[in-house]
C-alpha cells in the first residue's frame, strides 16, 4: 500500500483491545495479541501505548497499523539479509482464513510459527538514551569501553551489539555480555544473531539516511524452527523498536528531536506521578502530535522509494 491510502485508513478512535476474533488469544503483550490459527500465528498491534512499562490508558488512533505497514516494508526490504516470519501473500493468508475486517488486516500480520530466542538484540550507533547516561559515569555502554570526548547523540566509531535479556511482564531487560548471550542460546547462534542484527542496523541506517531520517539504534528479535533456521521476527526498524532523528535537525551535543514516544516521555516527565500504574490521561494534542510523529516516519519510508 502508499501512504495515502494508510493514511486515510487510520480510525479516528484508539483501537486498544482486540476482540470478538474466532482464534484463542495466546498472549497479550503491550502493543501486540497473538492468536494462535492453528497452522500459523495471526500478530495484531493495537493502538495502546506504554512508557516506562505501563500501558498508558490513552492509545495513538492508528499507531497499531502504521508499525505493522512499517514492519512488512522493513520485512520485505532485508528479505535478502536474513528470511522472515511473514508468510507470502498476506491478503490471501486472510482471505482463506475469512479474516476479512480492513481495520484488522492493515493492523495484522500472519506468521509462521516459530520459537523466539530468549535474548533481545539491540544495536546503537549512535550515543543517546541509556547509552548515554552509562557513558557519563564510565565511558561505557553495556561493558563496552568508548573512546574518550564523545557528546550526546555523537555517531559511534562503529555500530555496537548490546544484547538484553527478555524480562517477564513487569519486570525491566537488563544488558548481558556476550559469554552470557552465548550462555543463554548457544555460542554457535548467538554469533549468527550478533552478525545478523549489526548487518540489519546498517542497511536499515543506510536505507534511513536516504529518506531523511537517522537510525539511532534498534532491537531486533529472532526466532527459529525445528531444524534451527533463524528467522528475524516480530516488528522490526519501527519507531516502537528504534529511535529515529530526523537528519535535518541533528546537531550532536543534545538530544534530537525524535519520531518515537520520546514526546510523550517528555510531557509525563513534567507530571508528578511514580511511573506506575495507573498512568495519567494525555491531553488530546499530545496523542495527536504523537500519532505525527509516527506518521512522518512512515510517510519518509514510503514516499521515498
Known amino acids: ?62 499507531k497499531g497499523i502504521i508499525l505493522t505497514q512499517m514492519s512488512l516494508w522493513w520485512f520485505e526490504q532485508t528479505q535478502s539479509l536474513i ?19 480492513p481495520d484488522l488486516r492493515l493492523r495484522s500480520m500472519i506468521v509462521r510459527k516459530l520459537k523466539p530466542l530468549s535474548i533481545e538484540c539491540v544495536v546503537r550507533g549512535y550515543l543517546a538514551g541509556s547509552g548515554w547516561l552509562s557513558y557519563q559515569k564510565s565511558e561505557t555502554v553495556c561493558g ?46 548467538y554469533r549468527s544473531v550478533k552478525e545478523a542484527s549489526l548487518a540489519l542496523f546498517r542497511f536499515g541506517h543506510d536505507r534511513a539516511k536516504r ?44 538530544s534530537p528531536p525524535s519520531y518515537d514516544k520520546q514526546f510523550v516521555r517528555d510531557h509525563l516527565l513534567t507530571l508528578t506521578w511514580d511511573q506506575r500504574p495507573p498512568a495519567p490521561r494525555l491531553p488530546p494534542e499530545v496523542v495527536a502530535r504523537t500519532r505525527d510523529k509516527y506518521l512522518s516516519a512512515l510517510k519518509a519510508l514510503l514516499q521515498d522509494r
Do not use: C
Not at 528470511?83 to 475486517?101: E, G, V
Not at 573512546?147 to 548490546?162: S, V
Not at 524452527?225 to 523498536?241: H, K, M, Q, Y
Open 83 to 101: 528470511q522472515n516470519h511473514i508468510l507470502p501473500d498476506q491478503a490471501a493468508q486472510f482471505s482463506r482464513r475469512n479474516l476479512n475486517d
Open 144 to 189: 563496552l569501553r568508548l573512546p574518550p570526548g564523545l557528546r550526546q547523540a555523537d555517531r559511534l566509531p562503529e555500530p555496537i551489539f548490546t544484547p538484553t535479556t527478555k524480562a517477564p511482564k513487569g519486570h525491566h531487560d537488563e544488558p548481558i555480555n556476550d559469554a552470557a548471550g552465548e550462555a543463554a542460546v548457544g555460542e554457535r547462534l
Open 211 to 254: 529518506s531523511g531520517m537517522i537510525l539511532a539504534d534498534t532491537k531486533f528479535e529472532f526466532g527459529t524452527d525445528p531444524s534451527g533456521n533463524l528467522f528475524l521476527i516480530d516488528e522490526v526498524l519501527t519507531p516502537d523498536s528504534s529511535r529515529y532523528w530526523p537528519a535535518d535537525q541533528y546537531s550532536p551535543g543534545r
Open 1 to 62: 500500500m502508499n501512504f495515502d491510502s494508510i493514511a486515510s485508513s487510520l480510525p479516528k478512535a484508539a483501537v486498544t483491545s482486540i476482540d470478538g476474533l474466532p482464534y484463542p488469544r495466546i498472549a497479550s503483550g503491550k502493543v501486540r495479541e497473538i492468536f494462535d490459527l492453528g497452522d500459523a500465528l495471526l500478530l495484531v498491534a493495537s493502538d495502546r501505548l506504554s512508557a516506562f512499562d505501563v500501558i498508558l490508558p490513552d492509545g495513538i488512533p492508528g
